[in-house]
């Protein structure tokens, strides 16, 4: 059984651009919550998706975005790049009905240069 | 606003020894309360959860306590082994967001047991 899947594993992007970041929930799964975690800090919540929509979302900008598709897979957007957005970029896969237990991805590594 | 924090930052211990990790937060109200351990470069790894209504839970090695009066939660790991090493983080669920999965995370202790 497949745990929570993310892709790519680790990326390098320069200010500016633009990157996708995947993830494919554990089966059985709803829901899907993107966490940052900057190097030597705990993760932030970005925000959590739940039936296609945006159901919660943390203190980010209008810079990061994501999507949900019909097979609860999720998307990760982040526009206009900042040196800031270097971190790793934890996806959690969650039952709606699984009061809060998460299943963490490995994670995406992004460095921005 | 909930605020979580994690004491000490890192810790190095023998192997054998028992130990304790502390996690303080500031907003009672929680749904529940997460122990992770995170090793270098990776995700996140589920330990314990314990319930607002609960006061521990344990897995083998380790028990972890939860006292919402004094915002307080430990994680007690017994004997400790140098697979043990990694960092460990404790993460809170706020009331109504019972189901969003948005966890509150501390930044961590760094734990090193050396053979």
């Known amino acids: 059984d497949a745990g929570v899947t993310q892709s790519p594993t680790h990326l390098i992007k320069t200010r500016g651009q633009q990157v996708t970041l995947r993830c494919s929930p554990k089966?059985?799964?709803?829901?899907v919550s993107w966490y940052q975690q900057a190097l030597g800090q705990g993760p932030q919540f970005i925000f959590q998706?739940?039936?296609?929509?945006?159901?919660q979302r943390g203190n980010f900008p209008d810079r990061f975005s994501g999507h949900q598709f019909p097979n609860y897979s999720s998307e990760l957007n982040v526009n206009a790049l900042l040196l800031g957005d270097s971190a790793l970029y934890l996806c959690a896969s969650s039952s709606a009905s699984g009061a809060n237990v998460l299943t963490f991805g490995a994670g995406s590594r992004l460095t921005v240069l | 606003k909930q605020e979580v924090t994690q004491i000490p930052a890192a810790l190095s211990v023998p192997e054998g020894e028992n130990l304790v990790l502390n996690c303080s937060f500031t907003?009672?109200?929680?749904?529940?309360l997460q122990w992770f351990r995170q090793d270098p470069g990776k995700g996140l790894t589920s330990l314990l959860l314990?319930?607002?209504?609960?006061r521990e839970q344990t897995s083998g090695r380790l028990n972890a306590s939860l006292d919402k009066s004094s915002g307080r939660s430990t994680l007690y790991i017994a004997a400790s082994q140098p697979g043990d090493s990694a960092t460990y983080l404790c993460a809170s669920s706020v009331q109504g967001s019972s189901n969003t999965g948005k966890l509150i995370f501390g930044q961590g202790t760094t734990l090193q047991v050396k053979p």
């Open positions: 089966s059985g799964h709803d829901t």
């Open positions: 998706y739940y039936e296609e929509e945006e159901r």
């Open positions: 314990i319930q607002s209504s609960q």
């Open positions: 907003d009672s109200a929680i749904y529940n």
